[in-house]
Every structure is written in C-alpha cells, then in structure tokens.
C-alpha cells in the first residue's frame, strides 16, 4: 500500500498553502523538517485510490469534488492533530 507522510503548521490557517505539507517517503519529510522545523512531525497515511485526469465534460465538477475532499482531509487531521495536542 502507499502511504505519504504529512506535516501540519498549526500555526498557519486551514487553507493557507503552507498550512500542510505532503511528502512521498520518511527520509523526504525527515530532511524537509530538519531544515524548516525541527520539532516538527510527520504522520504516516495511506493513500486511497488514483487521480483522475478530468474530463472536458466534467472537470468542473471534478475539481468541486476534490476541493470538498481535501477540504474534509484537511478537517479530519487537524481535528486529530488537535485531539493528541490535548
């Protein structure tokens, strides 16, 4: 299974493009956080299904659909992030 690895600034807004960082391997977040914020941490998630390359008749509700999805990811790990803080 895949997974990524995720880090959040709890000091940034949800939505704000540094708010979260996204990295494919351990050894990218490790390096990327030893550098940015060293207390930091990354968690470890699966990643669930494939991308879908829009089509011309959809797209529109395509990118709506996946606004909505991350948006709720976004939600969802801040809420657990707020939850272990606790």
Not at 17 to 41: P, Y
Request: aromatic letters at 6%; charged letters at 20%; proline letters at 2%.
């Amino acid at each position: 299974m895949k997974t990524v690895w995720i880090y959040i600034d709890t000091h940034r807004i949800v939505g704000d493009e540094n708010h979260l960082k996204v990295f494919d391997t351990i050894e990218a977040a490790e390096a990327w956080l030893k550098v940015n914020d060293s207390e930091g941490v990354a968690f470890e998630y699966p990643v669930l299904g494939r991308v879908r390359t829009p089509s011309r008749t959809n797209s529109r509700l395509d990118r709506h659909g996946t606004l909505l999805a991350l948006a709720m990811a976004a939600i969802v790990i801040l809420a657990a992030v707020l939850l272990i803080a606790a």
